[in-house]
């Protein structure tokens, strides 16, 4: 068998099956909310509550499917913030699940979910939601996978136009490379970067792409050892750990319950009359707890989504990345484009950046304020959902890891202590000592 | 039991250690053929003690390259180096890791010696020659710097001589008052933070009147340094000739002196008077023209005689300007590898180009390490050793004596000792080629490595300057990391029962992670520090 030699295989990272956050995609140019299918993989690990999969609208309202951490539910809110929510169906804890809707802006939205029920048997679908309401939602610009500590997702496609449930089912449980494309089948305008080679950070406008399939990062595929997952299994998930974000340190302070999801924010409290940069506040670092090997990069991006923290006033005229390094000195250039987050919320990450030390960096903002002839109220601005996006060359080994730096430091013999290795948290047998204790002369 | 009926029992009164010399079978029975993992006690074995960690702050995470104790007036305290060229001073276990005080992106590692609570420091780099041969100097163009031990930046030792930047000082009459008639030279010089006095700089002259005191106007200001920090200067001094009966117009032609109460004592005033004659000129300043401003970086550093030595620079070139030694060097020559540069007695900066220097043989080898001991210094090449002197006369004219032809040591091959970051009990232990080394004047053969001389000699003789050695004289142990394939193993010595190669029990002691330096902190609690495992991930099975 050929062999394929130095793929660029991507993902968005890989978190020990606790992805933290995941890709925001702009559907500006073709719109969403008009019989539009959305398949998604997703696993509760704990009963606690999370918000899976986010629509916005350029209006304000918002779709989403949430857990309770006992049931699943969708969510909807209009602009005006009346909110209908529906339950769809219980949790099994540590069970992946496949959810598929159809929604209609002020029409019908229906609702499939299926479990898999052991590593061997496809998911079946089900019919659990199919409802009208009369809520306008208008047309969405924003979609969001969103994980959690306490959640998984995988194999994320949307639809722009709606699928029977009989293309729903093998959409579901089908895992080919390329995208979905089996004759007759529609075709996924984006299919999840996270189990196939290519990803946002390979796209250079992400915005302004219609088809988001398309574009890989290699030409040639001729073994399925190069792919994240192979076969057409979904139960694969349960042995194998779906691909997922890195997410930031300090799960406490991920907000999920509630839009905005403001990490970083700017509080001007007024603007002067020069343009003015101030930082964001917050500062967050991103970590993995999962087997991507130590190769190189290829490119990776930091995902921030710049938003106003709905305070009157002048908002920031611009967004831009900011960063420490793990010297804590600043890095941020406001004269080089790829450092902007307004376009598409990326933002390149600065080139120093390596695989060893991108978990010591730190990821935030700042905001540049027009300057206006008078003092003026400024309102908030806030960078919302963060995220990396990394592409390298490889494959996940599927063995966890840890990164390196969680094992560097400074370590002192304990001789007081129990007979184990401990660095920064992470406790280690001491490796296969010749003896336990032997007394000589007894 | 068949085959045990007439079994005699087989007595251990002392148990010896870890044997790997020769065929496992020759091994004596008191010994094992694998010791890992174990430390010894008064009587008998126990797995070794395990890790945590010592900083209450490990963030950000370091990825450590290097530690040396830095004793500072106030305490123990620690240098870290870290990947990407950062030296962290950490002061105490709980204190949070402050910025780095330097910077330098070449370093892969780093000489240091603490001199009166300062620490000096000097970036270096393993090179390969075209042998395939590995070797160590200083890094080009990059100084010696000097940590004043409270958190500022540390900043390149030495300093540059005032110049005209600023304007042009100038020397005429003062207020009245007597002084000798004629014609005089004056300088300033700089006092650094440090204690280093620059080389005279911005000369003036003036035709003394006799009847008035001589003013000094426009007295050059020192820079601030460059990251724009505050000046090292601190404060300066007024400098003078005597009486010049035939000017040639070289300024630097003529012998300076300290003026008595010439010196401005801060770093602002810009006016001073002076009234003094030539005979109160006793304190000369004229060697401060011959010392490097900026020095360059070596491998090695240590102190002889109150005096700084620094080995193994490569150099610097035209960009230090007359500060450069690698100008005029013979073709095919392009380091010093083989000068070691010794400073004034207790001047540890005030190293002069012309006489401050002594020459090892030029045998194509790097010099790797400096020491004194009992006296002499002593400067190491990979696999000799040379002694010198001190006949109380300028350092390039102290005799030379090869010691040994065929024992030396590596960048860290010396062991340190206890906390102190010194390396003198009553015998220096040095890691040679050969095998771990006893030198209390000679080398004491054989080996204290001897039970485990196959593994010594199987380790990889071009990866020996990522050895390093640490005496815990008070429990008398020792540790020694270990180069490629053995970068997790530190080899782990117990000397309870003798300092000599039948007494002293060996084993290793292995991580999950790559040890590359460590230390003795607290007296005697070993400190590992590790940049992690390998650079290819290791999957791990955590215990709890």
């Known amino acids: ?442 | 039991m068949p085959g045990t009926r007439d079994h005699d029992p087989l007595i251990i009164e002392e148990f010896e250690g870890w044997w790997q010399r020769g065929d496992p079978d020759s091994a004596p029975s008191n010994h094992f053929i694998q010791a890992d993992n174990i430390q010894y006690f008064q009587s008998g074995i126990e797995t070794r003690y395990g890790l945590r960690n010592y900083l209450s702050d490990p963030l950000p995470t370091l990825q450590i390259l290097r530690v040396y104790n830095y004793t500072t007036q106030t305490g123990q305290t620690l240098l870290v180096l870290t990947v990407g060229g950062n030296i962290y001073h950490i002061k105490k276990s709980t204190d949070p890791i402050g910025a780095p005080i330097l910077h330098v992106e070449e370093m892969e590692d780093f000489g240091f010696v603490a001199i009166n609570g300062r620490a000096y420091i000097s970036p270096f780099k393993t090179r390969l020659d075209a042998q395939g041969d590995k070797y160590q100097l200083g890094i080009k163009n990059v100084p010696l710097y000097v940590y004043n031990g409270d958190g500022t930046p540390a900043r390149s030792a030495a300093g540059h001589p005032p110049d005209t930047t600023n304007g042009v000082m100038f020397m005429g009459a003062g207020a009245g008052g007597v002084t000798d008639v004629g014609l005089h030279f004056g300088a300033v010089v700089f006092e650094t933070n440090s204690g280093y006095i620059t080389a005279p700089g911005n000369y003036s002259q003036y035709t003394y009147l006799g009847n008035t005191k001589i003013r000094f106007t426009n007295i050059p200001i020192g820079p601030l340094e460059p990251d724009g920090g505050v000046s090292r200067v601190i404060r300066r001094h007024l400098v003078s000739t005597k009486v010049i009966i035939n000017n040639n117009f070289d300024f630097q032609g003529y012998q300076y002196f300290f003026i008595p109460g010439g010196t401005v004592p801060d770093n602002t005033t810009q006016a001073w008077e002076v009234e003094y004659f030539d005979s109160d000129l006793i304190s000369d300043a004229s060697h401060l023209i011959d010392n490097f401003s900026v020095i360059p970086s070596g491998v090695a550093l240590n102190t002889y005689h109150s005096r700084l030595v620094i080995v193994g620079e490569l150099g610097l070139d035209s960009t230090f300007g007359s500060d450069a030694t690698l100008v005029g060097l013979p073709a095919g020559i392009t380091d010093n590898r083989s000068i070691a540069r010794v400073s004034f007695p207790g001047e540890p900066e005030s190293i002069s180009k012309i006489d401050g220097l002594i020459v090892a043989p030029l045998d194509g080898h790097a010099l790797t390490n400096v020491q004194e001991f009992r006296d002499v210094l002593y400067l190491f090449k990979s696999t000799r050793t040379f002694s010198f002197s001190d006949n109380n006369d300028e350092p390039v004219t102290w005799q030379e004596e090869v010691l040994d032809q065929g024992i030396g040591a590596p960048v860290h091959g010396i062991a340190t000792v206890l906390d102190t970051g010194g390396v003198n009990t009553d015998f220096l232990v040095i890691a040679d080629l050969s095998g771990l080394m006893l030198f209390n004047g000679v080398f004491a053969l054989p080996e204290l490595t001897f039970k485990i001389e196959d593994f010594w000699r199987g380790l990889t003789h071009n990866e020996f300057h990522k050895i390093q050695v640490t005496n815990d004289s008070l429990n008398k142990k020792i540790w020694i990391t270990l180069p490629e394939p053995h970068r997790k193993t530190i080899l782990h010595a117990d000397y309870s029962d003798g300092l000599n190669p039948s007494k002293i029990k060996w084993a290793r002691w292995i991580f999950d992670v790559n040890v590359f330096t460590i230390a003795l902190v607290q007296f005697d609690r070993l400190l590992i520090g590790t940049p992690g495992p390998d650079v290819t991930g290791v999957e791990f099975q955590e215990l709890l």
């Open chain 1, 1 to 442: 068998m050929a062999v394929n030699t130095s793929a660029t295989q991507s993902a968005l990272y890989l978190s020990n099956d606790r992805p933290e956050s995941s890709p925001t995609l702009k559907f500006n140019e073709f719109g969403l909310g008009f019989g539009h299918t959305t398949i998604i993989w997703c696993r509760m690990t704990s009963n606690i509550g999370a918000q899976i999969l986010t629509h916005s609208t350029t209006s304000g309202a918002l779709t989403y499917f949430s857990s309770d951490g006992y049931n699943w539910a969708l969510i909807l809110r209009d602009h005006f913030g009346l909110s209908q929510t529906h339950y769809l169906g219980p949790i099994t804890l540590n069970r992946w699940t496949a959810i598929a809707y159809t929604m209609q802006d002020g029409g019908s939205h229906k609702v499939y979910i299926g479990e898999e029920t052991n590593p061997t048997l496809l998911v079946q679908l089900a019919l659990v939601l199919n409802v009208t309401n009369s809520f306008l939602l208008g047309a969405h610009s924003v979609i969001h996978p969103i994980g959690t500590p306490n959640n998984s997702i995988c194999n994320f496609k949307h639809f722009n136009q709606a699928l029977t449930l009989a293309q729903i089912q093998i959409h579901a449980n089908t895992w080919l490379a390329d995208g979905d494309q089996s004759a007759g089948l529609p075709v996924a305008n984006w299919a999840s970067p996270l189990r196939v080679p290519g990803d946002l950070s390979s796209i250079a406008i992400r915005s302004g792409l219609g088809n988001w399939t398309h574009n890989y990062g290699y030409d040639v595929i001729q073994s399925p050892e190069n792919f994240l997952f192979d076969g057409n299994e979904p139960g694969y998930l349960a042995n194998q750990r779906c691909a997922a974000w890195l997410y930031p340190v300090g799960t406490g302070t991920l907000t999920i319950a509630n839009q905005p999801y403001i990490f970083v924010r700017a509080v001007p409290g007024s603007t002067p009359n020069v343009p003015t940069f101030y930082d964001g506040t917050v500062f967050y670092r991103m970590e993995d707890r999962g087997a991507l090997p130590d190769v190189p990069y290829v490119t990776h991006a930091y995902v921030a989504r710049p938003f106003l923290d709905g305070s009157a006033g002048t908002p920031p005229s611009e967004y831009w990345a900011l960063f420490t390094d793990p010297n804590g000195n600043r890095i941020s250039d406001t004269t080089n484009p790829i450092y902007r987050l307004d376009d598409d919320g990326v933002s390149a990450i600065p080139f120093t950046t390596t695989i060893q030390t991108i978990y010591a960096w730190k990821y935030g903002a700042q905001f540049k304020y027009a300057g206006t002839p008078t003092i003026t109220t400024a309102a908030h601005g806030v960078v919302v959902q963060l995220a990396l996006s990394i592409s390298y060359i490889g494959k996940p080994t599927g063995i966890r890891q840890f990164p390196i730096v969680d094992l560097s430091g400074l370590f002192i013999i304990d001789e007081t202590g129990p007979r184990i290795d401990q660095y920064n948290g992470i406790t280690l047998k001491i490796p296969d000592p010749t003896i336990r204790t032997a007394y000589i002369g007894e």
